[in-house]
């Protein structure tokens, strides 16, 4: 079992930056891929970002490729969300997953959730 609790999510304005934190509880925190999804209003929980268990390989959406960067500490049990240069379009909901199979984009592989942080960008 693994519990995930973001943090870090607030209003910045376009141009900005934010981390986002994720703390891990469980055993299998270390050998766990993790992802990053969001939620913006009205829309369908989408795919941000992933890492494998050891931080080595990493996956992007298009839409933040180049802007947020993922990482992981495993002493600290922690996934981190560095989002660069901020667009209104990223205003969501962000949430955390942890999944016991191997590194996905697909939201249906993770196991277990955060209950989200919001994220808003003014313009």
């Known amino acids: 079992q693994v519990q995930l609790v973001e943090s870090g999510g607030g209003l910045v304005q376009a141009g900005g930056s934010l981390r986002l934190s994720c703390a891990a509880s469980?055993?299998?925190?270390?050998?766990?891929?993790m992802g990053w999804f969001r939620r913006a209003p009205g829309k369908e929980r989408e795919f941000v970002a992933s890492?494998?268990?050891?931080?080595?390989?990493?996956y992007y959406a298009d839409s933040v490729k180049g802007r947020f960067t993922i990482s992981r500490d495993n002493a600290k049990s922690t996934v981190y969300l560095q989002m660069n240069n901020l667009k209104p379009e990223d205003t969501a909901v962000y949430y955390c997953?942890?999944?016991?199979?191997?590194?996905?984009?697909?939201?249906?592989?993770?196991?277990?959730w955060g209950q989200g942080t919001q994220v808003t960008v003014s313009s």
């Open positions: 469980g055993r299998t925190f270390s050998s766990s891929a």
């Open positions: 997953a942890a999944t016991k199979g191997v590194l996905s984009s697909l939201k249906g592989a993770y196991n277990y």
């Open positions: 890492i494998n268990w050891s931080g080595g390989t990493t």
